[in-house]
């Protein structure tokens, strides 16, 4: 090859070299640019978070007390609520009592009778069911309450006799 061509091949491979490792640095650049904005972007977060973390710090100091005593109140009822429990314990036994009492008195009376009105009927349905249901009695009150709900219905007004002659209803 003659000098002319060897000049302008270097030639041409030094423009072509130049310029390759002219894009290499761009790529290089482009990239270190891109890592630049997410380190300022992180940066600018953690920034962000610092603040925050200082101002709930702050805030939780200022409301400290307030927290101090929400939290006693707490306790305190936590506390309030074991005795509200045994009173409540106490208090249904003593409805308890009362049912079995009140279901008693009318089961005897209107076994007594042989006859049941409507009134009576649903005034044992609305004591049986809680007694029997939610307070878990049973005993003498079940008894007398599914003795009393098989007996033939009355009125009222035959009822009223059959209590004062102390008489019993004769099925006909």
Do not use: W
Request: glycine share 8%; net charge negative.
């Amino acid at each position: 090859m003659n000098n002319a061509g060897q000049i302008i091949i270097t030639l041409i491979g030094l423009i072509i070299s130049g310029g390759l490792f002219s894009f290499i640095q761009f790529l290089i650049n482009r990239k270190d640019s891109k890592n630049d904005k997410f380190k300022t972007f992180e940066d600018m977060i953690n920034k962000g978070l610092d603040e925050r973390e200082k101002v709930g710090l702050a805030r939780y100091e200022e409301h400290k007390e307030n927290i101090k005593k929400l939290n006693d109140a707490i306790v305190q009822l936590t506390e309030n609520d074991t005795e509200i429990c045994e009173y409540m314990q106490y208090v249904g036994a003593e409805l308890m009592g009362l049912a079995h009492d009140r279901l008693v008195y009318l089961t005897d009376k209107i076994a007594k009778r042989n006859a049941i009105t409507l009134k009576e009927k649903a005034t044992l349905d609305a004591i049986y069911t809680p007694y029997h249901d939610g307070l878990g009695g049973n005993g003498d009150g079940q008894m007398g309450y599914e003795h009393c709900m098989t007996l033939s219905v009355i009125p009222d007004s035959l009822a009223e006799e059959l209590d004062k002659t102390g008489k019993s209803y004769q099925i006909k």
